[in-house]
């Protein structure tokens, strides 16, 4: 036997059931970044190494970024996350481009990591940003902008929540323990506390020069669901939310501080409340970052989604429709090897009537061109043999309500527009 080439780890094939389960979310986030006013772009899928380098964190760059040199020997990467492309993007025209700016975009990343259930090396991402808005306020949108497509697909707050902390909160919080100097170490630290067990967290802890007390001091810290009451811009995020109708899904969570060096406020991740999967998305306040890559200081929020965990949280909960995989609105049948000309025909007609159509392309018993349509969702098959091409009529089969109608050739285009709506 012939050995079949197999896909590359932790990429994804996309049959076109999988395309429609994409193509069904992309069209939710672009309803629900519409909604709110945002404008769609995209960026390359390779930028330098540079880009992320100081801005992104250790672990983005050193473990998770497919890096290699290209002829000239610079260092370029598969893009891992879209953030400093639109930062980059927003610092070559920062002077043309009006304020606010409201981007949003969905494309491939690539991150090189262990593919499991809900993680692939290659995924599309839903990216939503908010730049030139210094406010609690524009925080608070990221997270309208994701309530209102959890509502979209069906996802509501008993199945799925909006968790949020602030940076210069924990900052305040980790100076009080003595750690400043290991801030940095501290976040990728809390960032873990999920993907670790216990013992493994408190071993690490260790290694990045945590005394016991400053341990115990952490773990008191992490468990204090009021602590956001200590903050300014926690309780104004959270007016701003309860503003926006979006109070429900909120839930304060001490332990969410996001792995990337670039945040500097607020910080939301999502997640479904039975907490069997990975975080849902992730996002926060980035002030520096336009700066960081060259541009003036402009102040940002954002959020990215991955493809892969909500399709799984929206399957596990039922919300995902009926999709079908076939444009195809009407299969021409073809009654004979001398009737193809006059099927084909058909075809055109029926296109040029608004139609969405394929043709049989085999001769071969009805039934079985029948059974085609019917396996691939197409409701109507059209039939036209000699006694209908001399008579100047075409057969309609409705599959779906298992009648059929005979109309007159002229008008056939205009009586299936009316059935199909």
Do not use: H
């Not at 893009?79 to 969905?106: K, Y």
């Not at 909006?162 to 980790?174: G, W, Y």
């Amino acid at each position: 036997m012939k050995t079949k080439i197999q896909t590359v780890k932790g990429a994804r094939d996309f049959y076109p059931e999988q395309m429609a389960l994409r193509t069904w979310l992309y069209d939710n986030m672009r309803a629900a970044s519409q909604q709110f006013g945002y404008q769609e772009y995209d960026g390359p899928f390779l930028e330098t190494l540079d880009l992320y380098a100081a801005k992104s964190g250790e672990e983005l760059v050193k473990d998770q970024a497919f890096v290699f040199n290209d002829r000239g020997g610079d260092q370029i990467t598969l893009r891992p996350e879209l953030t400093p492309s639109l930062a980059r993007m927003v610092a070559s025209r920062q002077a043309q481009l009006p304020r606010p700016i409201r981007w949003w975009s969905f494309g491939p990343i690539w991150r090189y990591e262990r593919p499991q259930k809900g993680r692939s090396r290659e995924f599309f991402q839903w990216n939503v940003d908010l730049l030139g808005v210094d406010s609690p306020a524009a925080d608070a949108e990221m997270a309208a902008v994701i309530a209102a497509f959890f509502g979209r697909i069906g996802l509501t707050p008993d199945e799925v929540k909006i968790q949020f902390n602030n940076r210069r909160l924990m900052d305040a919080e980790i100076a009080a323990l003595g750690l400043t100097d290991k801030k940095s170490s501290v976040f990728r630290l809390i960032d873990r506390r999920d993907k670790m067990n216990a013992e493994a967290w408190d071993k690490y802890a260790g290694e990045l020069g945590l005394s016991p007390e400053q341990l115990d001091g952490l773990k008191a810290l992490l468990s204090n669901r009021d602590l956001w009451q200590k903050s300014d811009e926690c309780a104004a995020f959270r007016e701003a939310a309860q503003a926006l109708g979006i109070d429900r899904f909120l839930e304060y969570e001490p332990t969410i501080i996001r792995g990337l060096d670039y945040y500097t406020g607020t910080v939301i991740e999502a997640r479904d409340r039975e907490g069997e999967f990975r975080a849902i998305l992730g996002g926060g306040r980035y002030d520096n970052l336009v700066g960081d890559v060259g541009g003036e200081r402009l102040p940002g929020v954002g959020f990215a989604m991955g493809d892969v965990v909500i399709g799984l949280v929206a399957q596990k909960y039922g919300k995902v429709p009926n999709l079908r995989t076939s444009p195809t609105e009407v299969l021409v049948t073809v009654f004979d090897k001398a009737s193809l000309p006059e099927a084909l025909k058909l075809a055109t007609e029926l296109r040029a009537g608004g139609l969405r159509v394929e043709w049989y392309p085999d001769a071969v018993k009805l039934d079985k061109q029948l059974k085609y349509a019917d396996a691939t969702g197409v409701r109507f098959a059209t039939i036209l043999g000699p006694d209908e091409v001399a008579q100047g009529t075409v057969t309609v089969k409705d599959l779906q309500a298992r009648s059929q109608a005979v109309y007159p050739r002229v008008q056939v285009a205009a009586e299936l527009r009316k059935k199909i709506g």
